[in-house]
Every structure is written in structure tokens, then in C-alpha cells.
């Protein structure tokens, strides 16, 4: 586990054990208005975890939406198991392994009280999780003619099928484990299906081996689709689980199965090397992938029926308390679910279909030419990512491109970018590529990316020594008439992933302009050569000066007000937990500047108190695409400062990661990412929340004279080519 952990608020600065509430959701019509977490009515920060808890509130919100289509939102219940899984094997790892001493955990009172509200809001955040599935979306799907069928559902015909499945499919390939001193307790993949078996009688060999563990392969589709002859004019389905709970008395022949259970174990899924010891990384990361599925245990989760004696017994096997004990209303895994969604192929039941709309002229024209003429500004997905594809791949086939550099933090495992580089490569052009090898849950595919780009020929470096590289940047250096090296950059919010620019709101930029591209060429011979990079006029960098650039953009907003001119700051990230930059806020704020916060995710600047946030606004935008562009926006006298970046403003981002902000120059391009990125945003009143100095988190909802407004609607209508969104 690495010493250096994102730093989180302590208890004393965050929230007193008797300011505690539990969470409660008031609804109208089935929407959530109202999330309400932990109050700090004297902290100077919100409770970081309590932050990231409600805002996976605010997906279920969007699972619980009558107006979303049924299987969206059931799409939506899968992105909060997914975000929970991810909170359990990260941020909850990281919390224990810090107040493990010697391999006992510290019980002072700030870690325990700590540790009893993430279990109190987790476990209210899981049985509603459920619900929603049991009492909502599966009873409307049923109404569709859409069943998932558990074993007491089928009918005779359908309980023949499935037993012929299993037999035929399923049987083969378990390994059914009895546990005695010649087998111990398995190794439990992170994450992993299985069961627990309680037996009674003697086992072949005359011994009274009392438990069984049947693991679930991964090869092995988790849902099962019946034929139509079987699904009385609909479709049916089954589970993996149920098929194996139907059948498990099959696997102990001679033996009376007496009770029996899904379980699934959530580890501590954090990599770490040290990387100052380490000769080569990419190999010292190979190795610790492996470890990775069998980190510590930081969670359980079982059926809901699970006999009190297996469940104690589990957790004695993974050294867990019962606070880490979550006993389930359905699949263990509901993450799983989301396969059930890519079967059904209803349009009825899903979003309206939306494409980004090509520019015609970006398709026909040299994008070189273009580019050189002006600066072109992106905002996916309302505008096609291919325009990046098909810079990178111009620069591939260009005679006249002399070299390609470009990092790369996630991309995919099928990548038409990724194959450019490497056909540059083998047509001679030096091609660099700073991969980030420590890009969490993507290792294995940047290492398999950094093998065939070396071998093709590319120079591949891994960043730098104990930061990630989180930079957005891709530079083509070309020869131009006169012999000229001109540099043409792209520079963007967002990572090199086809798949996800579909569903992710990003921004990217590309230009010529002199200055700003030689100095991405800078970042590269920094990163690379590990060298001081000159002074940069338009870049914020990070480590080194993003965030004091921040704050003295921030502070200077705060000189303007106090001389009695308008000062305004609106901000669009992630998350924001970073102290330095919230107490600049706070202190802007004070002085009188406006600011204006969307922040998707985790918050912990409390908005709206007297004497000193009355002057800040936060709201979250939760809708259809996940909102994902980092905006920074300076009024500084008419300037109209506009940043984008790949930074939010978290510790993480500003101290241990390569980051890079870049302005927006042209003053038409500048509009538009005020007219398309914040103001839609401020404006919306269906798919955002407004925090409260509480940490409480209210649904807007347009007022009686007010037309609702959806600011990723809107964008779509106006950026995209939907047909009827």
C-alpha cells in the first residue's frame, strides 16, 4: 500500500460525532428531491467520504426517476455498484490500511466514529439499491414481457431447460472445494462469484467435512437468456447465481445439502510498487496485477437469507467485522445486471439514439490547413471524437510530420489512436509516448499498448517517478514551406478513449498557435528527459505551478472586489476537497467575488455561510452523460479568463499528478465554452442539485412559471443530431 495517500480532512475538522443524521431521501413522484448526509453546522469542511456517498445518492436519484427509460435506469443502479465497489476497494482500503499499525487497526475514537457513518450511509445506500431493483425496475420489466427468472418463477419447461443448461455448460467447469487441513479455504478472486455449501453426513472418505466452497468461473455468462419457445411472447432470463443455486445439490452426490449461500469478497485493490527501488517498472507492475484480485478484504457481501453461521464463518475467513457484513436482497454482483440491459434490444426502453454531428469541412479539408487557420475547439460528445482519430492518423501517413508525442492514461483495449501511433512508428516518424503505466484499473491495458509501440518502434516512457501523468496532450511537429517546423498541438479534459467520449462531457482543443504548442513540446522534453521545463507564459503545470496559479487567479478576483469592481470565479470539475484552494474560495468569497461551482462529484466546501462561503454557489449536475470537463473561469476585468484542464481540484491532482490547465485564446472559442460548458449548467433545473452549508444536496425543480431546462438536452439539440431528445 503506497505511504502517500489522498489526503483526507481530519475528523475534528469535518464533522462531530453528535452531528451525525442519518440519510434520508424525500421524494416526489418517485424523484428524490432532497439528499441529506452528514451536517457540519461549525466544520470549516464537509466530510470528504460522506461527499462521494451522496453523490452516488444522486445516481440512485436517476435509477429511481420515473421519467428515465426503465432499462437506463436500471443502467444506473449498475453505476452505483460499480461506484461502490470502487469507493470499498480504494477509498475505504486506503482508510484502513492508514490506521493499520502492525497489522491491527488504530480504534481511536476519529477513526471508529469515522468508520461507523461510512457503514451506517453504505449500508442505507445498499438496501435501497435493492429495493429500487425488487420493487421497481424488475416488476416494470415483467410488465414488458421482460422476466428474470429466479428458480421458484420457472415453470416445468423452463426448470427443464435450465437444468440441461447446467448439466451441459455449468457442471463442467465448477470445482467444488470441501474444506479440510489437506484443503484449506480457497483464494477468493476480488470481486468474484461464489458459494458457500453447508454439508451433512460423511464425505467419501468417511470424514464429516461440514463446508464447501463452489467458485463461479469468469468465463462463465453471468446472464442467461431462455429460448423464445419458453418466454411466453417475451424474453426470459436467468442468473448464473440461480442456475448454480437451483442445481448445487448436484455437485455433493451422497451428501444432504443443508443450507448454502452467494458470496462475493471486495478487496483492496490499490497497486504499489516502489518506484524508487524498482529497475523497471513495467515489469514490477506485471507482477503486482496478480496480487491485485487478492488484496486485503475490506468487504463482504452475501444473500440476504445466508444462515447467521455462514456468514460468521466467512467473515472469520477474511478478517472482517460485521459492520462490513452486507447481507443482499438479489445478485451479489449488480454489476452484472448491466449484461441483462446490452441483451434487450428495445428502443422503447432505452435513451432516444443520439450521434455526434460531423463538420463537414473538418472531413474534406486538410486538418492540418484548418488548424493552422484557426484554433478548433471540441466538446464531446455532442461533437465527434474522430476529429482527434483522424488528426493522429493524418499524422501517420503525412510525409512531411517528422515526429508524434502523446500521453496516454486510459485508451481502451481496441484503440484506432493507439494503432496510428504504431503504424508512425513503423513508417519512421519518432513517435513518443509517455503511457501511464499506474492508471488505476487500466494497467493491464497500457502495458499491452507500451509493449506493441515498443516493438513497433516508438519510444515509450513511463512518466515521472512517484507522479501519475494525468495530462491530456498530443503534439505533431511537421515541415512545412520554407522549411519550417511548425508544431500543431491537442490538448484536452478528457483521456484518449474512444468508448468513453460517448458518454463522457469533454472538451479538447487544437491549435497552432506558436507559443502554446511549443510549450506542450516543453511538458514532453520535461517528462521525457526529466528536465526543468522553461518558463511557461500559457500552460498551468502541475506539479510545480498549477496550484499556485490557481490561487493567485483566484486572489486576484478577490483584489478586484475589494476595490469595488465585479469579481466572479464559475468553476466546472470533478471534485473539489483541496483545502488551499477552498480557504482562497472562502477568502474570495468574503471579499465579495461571485462564484459559481459545478462539481459533479465529491464537495467538501461548505456553500452558503454567513461570513464565510455567502458569496458561493455549488450545485452537481447527474443526467444522461457523465459530466466529466474541467472548466476554470476568471472574470479579471472583462479578460474573461477561460482555463480548461485535466485537473480537478483535489490534492491528488495538484501535488502528485502530471497535470496540465491551457487557455482558451480565441475570444469566439472562449464564448462558446462559456455558452456551452457553465452557463447551460447554471441554468438547468432537472438534472442538477444544489449543496447546501448543511451538505445537503436539493433536486432543482423548475418554479410554476419556469420551462424546465436540461442543460445536456439542450446541448444535444443544439450540438448533436438527435432526432428527439
Known amino acids: 500500500m503506497p505511504n ?11 464533522t462531530s460525532q453528535d452531528e451525525t443524521k442519518k440519510n434520508a431521501v424525500t421524494t416526489t413522484k418517485g424523484t428524490p428531491v432532497v439528499i441529506k448526509t452528514v451536517t457540519a453546522t461549525t466544520a470549516t469542511f464537509l466530510d470528504r467520504e460522506m461527499s462521494q456517498i451522496a453523490f452516488n445518492w444522486r445516481v440512485l436519484a436517476q435509477a429511481e426517476d420515473r421519467s428515465i427509460p426503465l432499462l437506463e435506469r436500471l443502467r444506473y ?3 452505483v455498484g460499480s461506484n461502490l465497489d470502487e469507493f470499498f476497494e480504494v477509498r475505504v482500503a486506503s482508510l484502513l490500511a492508514q490506521n493499520t499499525i502492525d497489522g491491527e487497526l488504530a480504534q481511536h475514537a476519529g477513526f471508529v466514529a469515522m468508520m461507523d457513518r461510512i457503514a451506517t450511509e453504505c449500508h442505507q445506500l445498499a438496501t ?37 443448461y447446467f448439466d451441459r455448460e455449468v457442471r463442467p467447469i465448477l470445482t467444488p472445494i470441501g474444506l479440510d487441513p489437506a484443503h484449506p479455504f480457497p483464494q477468493v478472486v476480488n470481486k468474484s462469484l461464489n458459494f458457500i455449501v453447508s454439508l451433512a453426513g460423511k464425505d467419501a472418505f468417511g470424514r464429516g467435512t461440514a463446508i464447501a466452497i463452489v467458485k463461479a468461473p469468469r468465463v462463465l455468462p ?12 417475451g424474453m426470459s432470463f436467468c442468473l448464473l447465481s440461480s442456475v448454480i443455486h437451483a442445481h448445487i445439490g448436484d455437485l455433493f452426490n451422497g451428501r444432504e445439502v443443508l443450507s448454502y449461500s452467494q458470496f462475493r469478497v471486495t478487496r483492496d485493490s490499490d497497486l504499489w510498487v516502489d518506484e524508487e527501488e524498482v529497475k523497471n517498472l513495467r515489469h514490477a507492475l506485471q507482477g503486482e496485477l496478480q496480487g491485485r484480485q487478492f488484496g486485503a ?8 437469507n445466508c444462515p447467521e453461521d455462514l456468514s460468521r464463518f466467512l467473515l472469520e475467513q477474511f478478517s472482517l467485522d460485521d459492520d462490513r457484513l452486507y447481507a443482499v436482497d438479489g445478485p451479489v454482483n449488480m454489476v452484472r445486471l448491466s449484461e441483462l440491459v ?13 450521434s455526434a454531428k460531423s463538420n463537414a469541412k473538418l472531413a474534406t479539408t486538410n486538418i492540418f490547413s484548418l488548424i493552422h487557420k484557426q484554433d478548433i475547439l471540441l466538446h464531446h460528445p455532442f461533437q465527434p471524437f474522430q476529429t482527434v482519430i483522424d488528426f493522429i492518423h493524418a499524422a501517420s501517413l503525412d510525409p512531411n510530420v517528422l515526429a508524434i508525442k502523446q500521453t496516454i492514461y486510459r485508451t481502451g483495449m481496441n484503440s484506432d489512436l493507439m494503432e496510428s501511433l504504431i503504424s508512425a512508428a513503423r513508417h519512421g516518424k519518432e513517435v513518443t509516448v509517455v503511457v501511464e503505466l499506474m492508471a488505476r484499473f487500466d494497467e493491464e491495458a497500457n502495458i499491452n499498448w507500451a509493449d506493441k509501440l515498443q516493438r513497433a518502434g516508438a519510444q515509450v516512457v513511463y512518466g515521472v517517478v512517484g507522479l501519475k501523468t494525468h495530462a491530456k496532450l498530443a503534439l505533431v511537429i511537421r515541415r512545412e514551406e520554407g522549411g519550417i517546423l511548425r508544431h500543431y498541438a491537442h490538448l484536452g479534459t478528457g483521456n484518449y478513449h474512444p468508448s468513453t467520449t460517448k458518454f463522457y462531457t469533454d472538451f479538447g482543443l487544437l491549435t497552432a498557435h506558436p507559443q502554446m504548442a511549443a510549450e506542450v513540446n516543453e511538458v514532453f522534453m520535461h517528462l521525457t528527459g526529466l528536465t526543468k521545463p522553461n518558463k511557461l507564459d500559457y500552460l498551468w503545470l502541475a506539479p510545480s505551478a498549477l496550484q499556485p496559479q490557481i490561487i493567485k487567479a483566484i486572489r486576484n478576483e478577490a483584489k478586484i472586489a475589494r476595490e469595488g469592481r465585479p469579481g466572479k470565479i464559475i468553476a466546472k470539475m470533478n471534485a473539489l476537497v483541496d483545502e488551499s484552494v477552498i480557504r482562497a474560495l472562502y477568502a474570495a468569497s468574503a471579499d465579495g467575488v461571485k462564484i459559481e461551482l459545478i462539481i459533479r462529484g465529491a464537495c467538501t466546501l461548505r456553500p452558503g455561510v454567513p461570513g464565510l462561503s ?12 457523465l459530466e466529466h470537463s474541467r472548466i476554470y473561469y476568471f472574470r479579471n476585468e472583462l479578460q474573461h479568463d477561460t482555463y480548461l484542464a485535466s485537473a480537478d481540484w483535489m490534492s491528488r491532482n495538484l501535488f502528485r499528478r502530471i497535470e496540465v490547465a491551457f487557455p482558451v485564446l480565441d475570444k469566439s472559442l472562449k464564448k462558446r465554452v462559456m455558452s456551452e460548458g ?20 436539493e433536486r432543482k425543480k423548475a418554479r410554476a412559471k419556469q420551462v424546465p431546462f436540461c442543460a445536456q438536452k439542450y446541448l444535444m439539440q443544439h450540438l448533436g443530431s438527435a432526432t428527439d431528445v
Not at 297 to 304: D, H, I, P, S, Y
Open 297 to 304: 478484504a475490506v468487504r463482504l457481501e452475501v444473500a440476504k
Open 4 to 14: 502517500q495517500q489522498p489526503q483526507t480532512p481530519s475528523v475534528a475538522d469535518t
Open 128 to 164: 435501497r439499491q435493492y429495493q429500487v431493483l425488487n420493487q421497481e425496475i424488475l416488476p416494470q420489466l415483467s410488465r414488458k414481457h421482460i422476466y428474470l427468472l429466479r428458480h421458484n418463477d420457472r415453470n416445468e419447461a423452463q426448470r427443464a431447460w435450465v437444468k440441461s
Open 614 to 625: 455567502e458569496n458561493i454557489r455549488v450545485r452537481s449536475i447527474i443526467g444522461r452523460f
Open 77 to 79: 443502479l449498475c453505476i
Open 222 to 233: 453471468r446472464v442467461i437468456r431462455l429460448p423464445d419457445e419458453l418466454s411466453d411472447k
Open 678 to 697: 457553465l452557463e447551460p449548467y447554471l441554468k438547468d433545473n432537472t438534472n442538477a442539485w444544489v449543496l447546501d452549508a448543511e451538505g445537503n444536496y
Open 342 to 354: 446490452d441483451h434487450i434490444k428495445q428502443p422503447n426502453l432505452r435513451f432516444p439514439p443520439f
